[in-house]
């Protein structure tokens, strides 16, 4: 089965997530990257911001189209219990091009369920499977056996 991981990282945290994955099932990987600054302080409470308000955002073209794969797994931050809005608008504009779809994000305490519904929401799809990876999980580097569990139920 061909399979595309395609995430948003702010910090770094879902990407790692992102990259065990891709390495466990043998898929490719997008990032999806926002034209908006989003680094440091200020760039924190805008992300929040425009999370909660449920913003769009202008991403960069994607080299990797999700309708060449079987199954393809989106990766989102939860800001202010919201996906970031850069994957809020990869979905948006590819939803139609995705045959089957699973989720995941990081997080440092909660907002996974509201995230997932919304992803699911946003695609008109039910995932697959979802994954929630805690910040401190990944800091720590003990996210591995998810990942594992994760990638062999929707692989």
Same mark, same amino acid.
């Given at each position: 089965?061909?399979?595309?991981?395609?995430?948003?990282?702010?910090?770094?945290?879902?990407?790692?997530?992102?990259?065990?994955?891709?390495? =466990?099932?043998?898929?490719?990987?997008?990032?999806?990257?926002? *034209?908006?600054?989003? $680094? @440091?302080? !200020?760039?924190? %409470?805008?992300?929040?911001?425009?999370?909660?308000?449920?913003?769009?955002?202008?991403?960069?073209?994607?080299?990797?189209?999700?309708?060449?794969?079987?199954?393809?797994?989106?990766?989102?931050?939860?800001?202010?219990?919201?996906?970031?809005?850069?994957?809020?608008?990869?979905?948006?504009?590819? =939803?139609?091009?995705?045959?089957?779809?699973?989720?995941?994000? *990081?997080?440092?305490? $909660? @907002?996974? !369920?509201?995230? %997932?519904?919304?992803?699911?929401?946003?695609?008109?799809?039910?995932?697959?499977?979802?994954?929630?990876?805690?910040?401190?999980?990944?800091?720590?580097?003990?996210?591995?056996?998810?990942?594992?569990?994760?990638?062999?139920?929707?692989?």
């Amino acid at each position: 089965m061909e399979t595309l991981i395609a995430y948003y990282s702010r910090t770094g945290t879902t990407k790692k997530v992102a990259e065990m994955l891709a390495q =466990k099932m043998g898929a490719e990987i997008e990032e999806i990257r926002d *034209t908006v600054d989003r $680094s @440091g302080i !200020k760039g924190y %409470f805008i992300s929040g911001r425009d999370a909660m308000k449920k913003r769009l955002t202008k991403i960069e073209p994607i080299k990797l189209g999700p309708e060449g794969y079987d199954l393809v797994v989106v990766g989102t931050p939860v800001w202010a219990g919201n996906m970031s809005p850069a994957v809020r608008t990869y979905l948006a504009e590819n =939803k139609e091009r995705i045959k089957t779809i699973a989720f995941f994000c *990081t997080m440092g305490g $909660s @907002g996974d !369920k509201k995230t %997932f519904q919304e992803m699911e929401k946003t695609t008109g799809q039910k995932p697959a499977g979802v994954l929630t990876v805690l910040t401190k999980e990944v800091a720590s580097g003990k996210f591995e056996k998810k990942v594992q569990e994760f990638a062999d139920r929707i692989g």
